[in-house]
């Protein structure tokens, strides 16, 4: 590529992307495409010969472009947003232009001292302590297992990287059966191995765990010798919004010595409204916490925000120090890359940067708080509708329904088959799930684009589908 070449497919590439982002209102949210057709349109071998600039940007309008959900579509009801703000694109496209490492203070000092900065901000902006400091991660799954390993460590004298765990009484970590499967991999490669993560049960409308039986296990544990660890608590579960009573569970982790880490990774970025922060009450006590700005808030995927109250023990678990990484002469500066598994980094906190001042936590409040209203108000219609069950209140803006008239045998069938043809119209996209033993179909409104028209379209959508069954 020809410098002027680069130049000019640039322009065009940003001239595609406000383009499609403007038309994504009039595209099926989700491709009709069957497993194998787009694979079948690509050769088999690569290119001996230089091609075009132009040729590659056909194939990707004709063949890659029919092929992708659309994640930014305002109608995008499924899992959980992947919001990317205009303005968060925008910094990702800046960072991409520089294609900077931010492992080290001295690789992008820039990089280091606006997420130091940044993050400030956000933990000001969430309400949480001082006593916190943060460090963004690729993903809450990458937060987790940092924290699940230096729940290890602590439990074994900071000798476990060293030693490994064969020999030695099982560390312990406990959680509730509602947690994501994010927990579970951090269990299998820290090493812990699954059966010595305890499911705690949950109960109550907020299917959070069972505080007297975590209590009880922990004790239970300690009596035959083992070596109780770390308490994983959820906030905003991803089935249907369980959460934990964290102020409880922190209370009795702390009784025990043990580290607590919160997974708060989709309804954290709803703690900017503080009318939500009941919901994770007793934050400011524990050792971890996790959210995602990659999914509601709209930094552009990924970013996600890893607070903990105490670095040293971060560090301690993680930071490796070859000759060849020593920032010499430069005590106190920050190494990000010590904070987590991998060592290279990206540039993340620009886009971070960007959506905080462009929307100012007034906007993006705004938008949070209409989320969640226009969803209260779906399910209350659907609630409403003969043939409809709700099958769990919202937890901000995430409920669950099934469609059970009288005379159908196979409910789950039904309601799966449901979801299909919502699905297939392409107006909407949701997913289900399984709840309490049955299928259930999720509803959840974070799209950063949505409308108070696009959620009553989309329930149009499924009462239309449900007629039609
Ligand atoms: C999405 C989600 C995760 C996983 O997030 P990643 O950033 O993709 O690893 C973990 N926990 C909960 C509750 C989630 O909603």
Known sequence: ???????????????????????????????????????????????????????????FEQIVVPGMTHWQHPRFFAYFPANAAP???MAEYLVTAMAAQGMLWQTSPAATEVETVVLDWFRQALGL???????????????????????????LGWAGNRDGLAGGAAVRVYASDQVHSSIDRAIWVSGIGEKNLVRIPTHGPRRGMDVAALDAAIRRDLDAGLRPAGVIACVGGTSAGATDDVASVAEVAHRHGLYTHVDAAWA???????????????????????????????????????????????????????????????????????????????????????????????????MIRNHVAWSAAACERLRGTPGFQVTSDPVLSLWTFRHAPAGIPDLDAHNLALVNAINDDGRTYLTQTRLDGQIVIRFQVGPFDTT??????????????????
């Open 268 to 366: 954290g970025s709803a703690m900017i409204c503080p009318e939500f922060r009941t919901l994770w009450d007793g934050i400011d006590f524990v050792d971890s916490l996790v959210l995602n700005p990659h999914k509601w808030l709209g930094a552009q995927f990924d970013c996600s925000t890893h607070y903990v109250r105490d670095p040293a023990s971060l560090v301690r678990t993680l930071a490796i120090q070859p000759e060849y990484l020593k920032t010499h002469g430069k005590g106190d500066l920050i190494n990000y890359s010590e904070w987590h598994v991998p060592l290279g980094r990206r540039f993340r906190a620009l886009k971070l940067w960007f959506l905080l001042r462009a929307h100012g936590l007034t906007g993006l409040r705004t």
């Open 1 to 59: 590529m020809t410098p002027a070449e680069y130049r000019e497919w640039l322009v065009r590439a940003a001239e595609w992307g406000a383009t499609y982002r403007e038309g994504l209102r009039e595209r099926p949210v989700r491709p009709a495409v069957r497993p194998g057709d787009i694979r079948r349109q690509l050769p088999a071998s690569p290119p001996e010969a230089p091609e075009s600039i132009e040729a590659l940007f056909a194939d």
């Open 129 to 155: 302590p001082g006593t916190f400091t943060g460090v963004i991660q690729d993903t809450a799954s990458s937060a987790t297992l940092a924290a699940v390993l230096v729940m290890r460590e602590r439990a």
């Open 87 to 89: 303005v968060s694109v």
């Open 452 to 469: 108070e028209s696009d959620v009553k379209t989309a329930m149009d959508v499924i009462v239309e589908m449900a007629a039609r069954m």
